[in-house]
């Protein structure tokens, strides 16, 4: 099995930085953790679940939804199973829960594997 934990949202001002983290564990995650793709998708009120980035966690490629492009960062730390999202120049439209996700057969907005419970973000103007 694959556990996902999210840590570091909390609310903050327009135009402020966040950073947030997803810890990965299980046999299934430490058996086959190479051909795992990591993603943060989010949910506002009201709203579909909706595509934020992927990265493959062997190459680090990544991929982003054009509404984060140029703000945020998505990047990974093999030694600790560890994926970021490093939130940039935020906007009250940012607010959501944010949720971490893992899959081994599919890659960015197709990703449905492993989901963590979400960390909420709140953006005040």
């Known amino acids: 099995q694959v556990q996902l934990v999210e840590s570091g949202g909390g609310l903050v001002q327009a135009g402020d930085s966040l950073r947030l983290s997803c810890a990965a564990s299980?046999?299934?995650?430490?058996?086959?953790?190479?051909?795992?793709?990591m993603g943060w998708f989010r949910q506002a009120p009201g709203k579909e679940r909706e595509f934020v980035a992927a990265?493959?966690?062997?190459?680090?490629?990544?991929d982003y939804a054009d509404s984060v492009k140029g703000r945020f960062t998505i990047s990974r730390e093999n030694a600790k199973n560890t994926v970021y999202l490093q939130m940039n120049s935020l906007k009250p439209e940012d607010t959501a829960v944010y949720y971490c996700?893992?899959?081994?057969?599919?890659?960015?907005?197709?990703?449905?594997?492993?989901w963590g419970q979400g960390t909420q973000v709140t953006v005040s103007s």
């Open positions: 299980g046999r299934t995650f430490s058996t086959y953790t190479r051909t795992f793709t």
């Open positions: 996700a893992a899959d081994r057969f599919h890659w960015g907005r197709q990703m449905n594997g492993y």
């Open positions: 990265i493959t966690w062997s190459s680090g490629g990544t």
